[in-house]
């Protein structure tokens, strides 16, 4: 399957090397590519293109968006948590047994890359071509070695990598930005999301927002709800920044974007998306988080989820009542490409994407990136 928008940001420069300011695909693919842009108020984007100079980017249109039946649960059977949760969420989304792996695995932080070899083995084995998707259902091992178990699953693992975990993978992800919703049959790549939380009181929480987000937001009539977008103080860790679309009100969809320039948001009503960069986010549990929210801040280590390190992990997003984060497993460095792009994780998750489909289309370079939530929560489908 052609990716014109992939196609795009390769010529752009930011699949293939670092991104060198704000990213539009060409004027040539507006024509040939249906533009989400288009979809937002014209009125509102103008208004904020002219203050700002920012721009919606033209993405392509998805129709449709990954389901229970096209998903796999694994349990780790040495581990208590696994067994309680997975069995929790096989339940709670109707995955039949036909589509359960219960396996034994290390409960360790990494796995060794024949640990590895033996696990991938056994999830081909099982599942064959019949899911498209995983949720992994503990939250250890989280790791390939410097790798994340979720990257290396879907992308192979990278020895290489592991030698400068700071340079660029040895490949970038076709998924990226892809109109695709088969990624296993289109891409030969079989996603996964990790259903870890700090116990199993709230690792059923996050489960059941998950659920209860299905269709409930671009709603007619309903009250929007905000996406924030934040600059902190940290000039680093908000390189993303410049890849921010434009503030404004965008009443088709029923959400409002906001510019924020601050190092944390503090008592903020209905977020949908947060996006930061700092190693430490406070007040997290002043904001009120509709089902279905995602929230990530880009730093090293938010990925590392063993033990403590100086940085905060996904798991603070989630006890804080996001339904899927993103972070890191191994230093990445300052590449844009290693973390979700902002313009495609609203992008696609306002289309109807899962939270694993609009997490996963906004990462370019997934080798290092541990993808932690509800897979199949998807609050914009029908």
């Known amino acids: 399957m052609k990716n ?4 795009a940001l390769v010529r752009a420069g930011w699949v293939g090397g670092l991104a060198a300011g704000f990213l539009l695909c060409p ?9 989400l842009a288009a979809e937002f108020s014209e009125a509102a984007a103008s ?8 721009r919606w ?27 309680q949760i997975g069995e929790y969420y096989a339940k709670a989304r109707g995955i039949p047994a036909s ?14 890359p024949d640990e590895f070899e033996d696990f991938k083995k056994q999830i081909d ?5 019949k899911v498209e998707a995983l949720a992994l259902t503990w939250r250890l091992p989280f790791g390939v070695n410097c790798n994340s178990i979720t990257g290396a699953l879907a992308m192979g693992y990278d020895a290489k990598l592991c030698s400068n975990t700071c340079a660029a993978p040895s490949k970038a992800s076709t998924y990226f930005g892809s109109s695709s919703t088969k990624p296993f ?10 259903l870890a939380a700090k116990d199993a009181d709230s690792a059923k929480a996050l489960i059941d927002r998950g659920v209860r987000s299905d269709g409930t937001l671009g709603l007619r009539g309903a009250p929007a709800v905000n996406a924030h977008f934040v600059t902190t103080t940290d000039k680093i860790r908000s390189v993303r920044q410049q890849l921010f679309p434009p503030a404004g009100s965008n009443p088709p ?3 409002d974007v906001h510019l924020d320039q601050t190092d944390a948001l503090k008592n903020a009503d209905r977020v949908l998306l947060y996006q930061t960069g700092l190693t430490q986010v406070d007040f997290l549990d002043t904001n009120e988080f509709v089902p279905g929210a995602l929230g990530d801040h880009l730093t090293s280590f938010g990925g590392i989820l063993d033990k403590p390190h100086g940085q905060m992990t996904v798991l603070s997003w989630i006890d804080a009542g996001v339904t899927a984060s993103y972070g890191t497993t191994s230093e990445p460095c300052a590449h844009l490409q290693k973390f979700p792009h902002p313009q495609a994780l609203i992008g696609f998750y306002l289309q109807g994407a899962t939270a694993l489909e609009a997490y996963w289309k906004s990462v370019a370079w997934p080798q290092q990136g541990l993808f932690v939530g509800e897979p199949l929560a998807s609050p914009f489908g029908r």
């Not at 004027?27 to 533009?35: D, G, K, M, T, Y």
């Not at 049959?185 to 990790?194: A, C, F, I, N, Y």
């Open 27 to 35: 004027p040539s693919l507006n024509a040939a590519v249906p533009s």
């Open 253 to 255: 969809f029923g959400v």
């Open 57 to 83: 980017m033209t993405m392509p249109r998805v129709f449709g968006h990954l389901t229970a039946k096209d998903l796999g649960v694994v349990i780790n059977t040495d581990d208590p948590y696994s067994v």
């Open 47 to 54: 208004a904020a293109s002219a203050a700002s100079g920012r």
């Open 185 to 194: 049959k289109d891409h030969r790549m079989r996603l996964s999301m990790l």
């Open 99 to 112: 589509r359960v792996l219960r396996l034994s695995l290390p409960m360790k932080a990494t796995l060794a």
């Open 4 to 7: 014109i928008f992939h196609e």
């Open 125 to 129: 084995d099982f599942f064959g071509a």
